[in-house]
């Protein structure tokens, strides 16, 4: 009989605990979602607890941390196995767990936290630590300068359990979620539209990319942004900053982020996402990703 995984025998004792579960590949991430599951929206729905509802009941590991399950007969089921061979570490869902994850991504932000929130457990990280509190909440993106809220529907690497008492979720946190009306009432927008500097080569001229390229990423980017028209564009546009300023980082420069920065803020007011929380969001997703290339 061949010897458990680590990564599924670390899951194993989680789920006993009463904590969903996934594996994540190579590059810290969930595995993809299968044939049936793939695609935007996914094929088969989406699973019932998920913001996008359907009657999705794929046995494979699929919907990143909508596949998090304290089932072991599902962690060591055969469609499962093949996964944990390969996966390199494992996550879990604070909110079906009940917990909230407050991931501090620097030295900066351990310092706020350390003045500004309760104690409670902490777990240390590459460059910062999480805390962990008991109580659930919406997760969020850049609430602070480096510092994210992952609860509900999303997921946190396990990096051990931690040291200290774990505290109530306290209401200083939950404060701190700015609410995105992303709804905007018909013929309205909830908020002004900012003047748009487009991207060109004028305000790139130190860019090692082809124009092609940029504008390709910049107009998928900005179609994320653009198709969060319920909920959560302004996270979204913290996402596709980041994403958009660490292809630019072995960059010689200048690569006009600001210009592709005002993008993706145009668009994100669009959606109603009110333009101060929009151009922090942005901001953050900027100065997030130069931070983690230094």
Not at 84 to 110: K, Q, S
Not at 112 to 119: D, F, G, I, K, N
Not at 212 to 222: A, F, P, Q
């Amino acid at each position: 009989m061949s010897a458990t995984p680590e990564p599924l025998r670390v899951a194993l004792a989680l789920a006993a605990a009463g904590v969903p579960v996934l594996p994540l590949r190579r590059g810290k991430v969930p595995f993809g979602n299968c044939r049936t599951c793939a695609g935007r929206p996914p094929r088969c729905g989406g699973r019932p607890n998920m913001k996008s509802a359907g009657p999705c009941r794929c046995p494979a590991p699929c919907h990143a941390w909508a596949a998090g399950t304290t089932d072991p007969h599902v962690l060591t089921s055969p469609v499962w196995a093949p996964v944990w061979r390969e996966a390199v570490a494992v996550a879990y869902h604070p909110g079906g767990a009940g917990l909230t994850v407050v991931d501090l991504d620097n030295a900066a932000a351990v310092e706020w936290a350390r003045e500004s929130l309760p104690a409670t457990r902490v777990v240390p990280t590459t460059r910062g630590e999480h805390w962990l509190y008991r109580g659930a909440m919406p997760s969020a993106n850049a609430v602070r300068p480096g510092v994210d809220v992952k609860s509900l529907m999303q997921y946190a690497r396990w990096l051990g359990p931690g040291t200290g008492p774990m505290a109530i979720l306290p209401a200083a946190m939950r404060a701190l979620l700015v609410k995105e009306d992303t709804t905007p009432a018909p013929g309205k927008v909830a908020s002004s539209l900012p003047t748009r500097t487009p991207w060109s080569r004028q305000v790139a001229t130190g860019c090692r990319h082809t124009e092609r390229y940029v504008r390709t990423g910049l107009e998928r980017g900005l179609a994320l942004v653009r198709a969060r028209t319920e909920t959560g564009a302004g996270s979204q546009a913290f996402g596709v900053a980041r994403f958009l300023a660490a292809q630019h980082t072995a960059c010689p420069g200048p690569c006009g982020l600001a210009a592709i920065g005002e993008e993706i803020v145009t668009a994100a007011v669009a959606v109603g996402v009110p333009e101060a929380y929009a151009r922090r969001a942005v901001a953050n997703g900027l100065e997030t990703a130069v931070e983690r290339a230094a």
